[in-house]
Nanobody, 116 residues
Framework: QVQLVESGGGLVQAGGSLRLSCAAS????????MGWYRQAPGKQRELVAA???????NYADSVKGRFTISRDNAKNTVYLQMNSLKPEDTARYYC??????????WGQGTQVTVSS
């Protein structure tokens, strides 16, 4: 079992920045990929960014150059640094972990609202 707890969401003006954190606990060694997804009202949940066990990353085209995913292995925490935020980034952001056993875990989500 893996538990994920997000923090760091909030309200920010367009052009501003926020940093989301996701603290993982439980079977940390089984985690293969961690990532951030987001879901806006009336839309499907979409991948924002992911970081693999080996450290490689990938990003949605819509956030490339603005968002950065990183991790602190000592703290079992993954971060999403979001810069140059746009109103269309408004969504609930969810931390996700996938294990080597192909199990998926989700956090409770944190709301990000970007005002124009």
């Amino acid at each position: 079992q893996v538990q994920l707890v997000e923090s760091g969401g909030g309200l920010v003006q367009a052009g501003g920045s926020l940093r989301l954190s996701c603290a993982a606990s439980g079977s940390i060694s089984s985690i293969n990929v961690m990532g951030w997804y987001r879901q806006a009202p009336g839309k499907q949940r979409e991948l924002v960014a992911a970081i693999m066990r080996g450290g490689s990353t990938n990003y949605a085209d819509s956030v490339k150059g603005r968002f950065t995913i990183s991790r602190d292995n000592a703290k079992n925490t993954v971060y999403l640094q979001m810069n140059s935020l746009k109103p269309e980034d408004t969504a609930r952001y969810y931390c996700h972990a996938s294990t080597v056993q192909l199990r998926n875990y989700w956090g409770q989500g944190t709301q990000v609202t970007v005002s124009s």
